[in-house]
């Protein structure tokens, strides 16, 4: 009985563990995210057309290095295994690259800051982001192959991730304050956040362990498929195209959604400290609905679940849109959001390590590095895309970062980003999943490539 609790409370740390590794990533990605469009127009006082712009070709160059940094986690052969290494080496690059991007010096010209932007804003998303959180994806189809045990890893990297989301929403702006609500006092708050980064990459590379191996338990070997070969059995595996797809849009909605809450408190709420009572709601209960996922998951499958989730998110939306401000509503249309992303994100980073398998299955190619890097090359896509929508539709809105009241068009822009296009995007999910079957193929996908011996798992 004893070696079983052991057992149990060491899969537990293990769990929590892989989540901590999302926490460290969303203490950078929910800044770019949520504050990065505010602080380049409102404190370093950049044109945010010009930042959209530079943000959309910059994710070109972010999606290309994620294809490298996939090819990369392949071939990677250490004791550690293939992709826990990357997180040790990157994450103190990781925090300081993070601090550097919210350092713009103000006293510079226009065009002196716009190349600073660039440079520091392709440092992060580019090479750091890039060469952690690739790894950081490709983990949970190295750690096991049991369908349920991937569900429940990406609930923890949910439930972390989220943690991660709320700490960045509810401790920046007062951190900001804290410090003289000025250029510097963002340099010194994500000095803090930097070092509370480091520490989440650590747990997760000291609490994980890698245990898939591919072709009969030959380690390397995946590593050794060619670039063409693999790319060419991307493109036959079609889940993985219709995840790539979905996560592209996801994130496109994520960063026209998450940077328009700041001036949706600001602007049409009247209060831009309600950024922390909006996301905090929202944060809180997918959390809590987290903890509820993994009997639905169990029950119903993981892209039912996931369907579910984008119904709950639209309604959440119109409630949000017919609430006229006031402010019972608004907390309804949280609660109501907050459940439908618990469902999408438990679920979503799960089916994507599914589609590895099937690809294996279907072309007996196997790259764990190469299929997340590929997918995160779609979704950066995707985030940059939304980046320069966010600065596009602001700036044809007429938008002034300076101005006391902003014009009725500038409002309607703001509303159009953080309600219509998260809409229209969970609709369009909702038609991709009509054709996603691989819930009920899976288990004879995995038998089949057992009777082959392509693939097992240490015991």
Known sequence: ??????????????????????????????????????????????????????????????????????VIVDRTKSKFGKARPWLLRMCI??????????????????????????????????????????????????????PYERSVLSIFRNLLATAGTLTINMCTLPLVEYFGDNAPAWTKTFCVLGILAVAAFLINFFGTKERVKSAGGQEGKGGDVPFAVGIKALFKNKYWIMMTGMLA???????????????????????????????????????????????????????????????????????????????????????????????????????????????????????????????????????GIGSALLGLILEIGGYVGEAVQQTSSALASIRICFIWIPVAVYITGLVIMKFYHLDEEFAGIIEDLKKRGKVKEEK
């Open 93 to 146: 690059p990781f925090a300081v690259s993070g601090v550097l991007l919210f350092s713009v010096p103000t006293s510079w010209a226009a065009t002196p800051k716009l190349v600073y932007v660039f440079i520091t804003y392709n440092l992060v998303s580019t090479v750091i982001y890039t060469a952690i959180n690739v790894p950081y994806s490709a983990l949970n189809a190295l750690m096991t192959q049991d």
């Open 249 to 383: 849009l996801f994130f496109l909605m994520y960063s026209v959604n998450g940077g328009a809450t700041v001036y949706y408190a600001k602007d049409i709420l009247g209060d831009r400290n309600l950024v922390g009572t909006i996301n905090g709601i929202f944060n809180v209960v997918q959390i809590a609905g987290m903890f509820f996922i993994a009997m639905l998951v169990k029950k119903y499958g993981k892209r039912n679940v996931f369907a579910m989730g984008l119904v709950l998110n639209t309604v959440g939306m119109m409630v949000l849109n017919y609430s006229g401000g006031v402010m019972w509503l608004i907390v309804v249309s949280s609660v109501i959001r907050g459940v439908g992303n618990a469902c999408g994100g438990a679920t979503m980073w799960a089916m994507v390590s599914d589609t590895i398998d099937y690809g294996e299955w279907k072309t007996g190619v196997r790259t764990e590095g190469l299929v997340n890097s590929a997918c995160s090359f779609g979704y950066k896509i995707g985030n």
């Open 1 to 70: 009985m004893e070696s079983k609790s052991k057992l149990t409370l060491s899969k537990v740390i293990e769990r929590f563990s892989y989540g901590c590794g999302d926490f460290g990533c969303n203490i950078i990605y929910t800044a770019m995210s949520a504050f990065l469009m505010l602080y380049y127009t409102d404190y370093a006082g950049v044109s945010a057309l010009a930042v959209g712009t530079i943000m959309m070709f910059s994710r070109v160059f972010d999606g290309v290095s994620d294809i490298f940094m996939g």
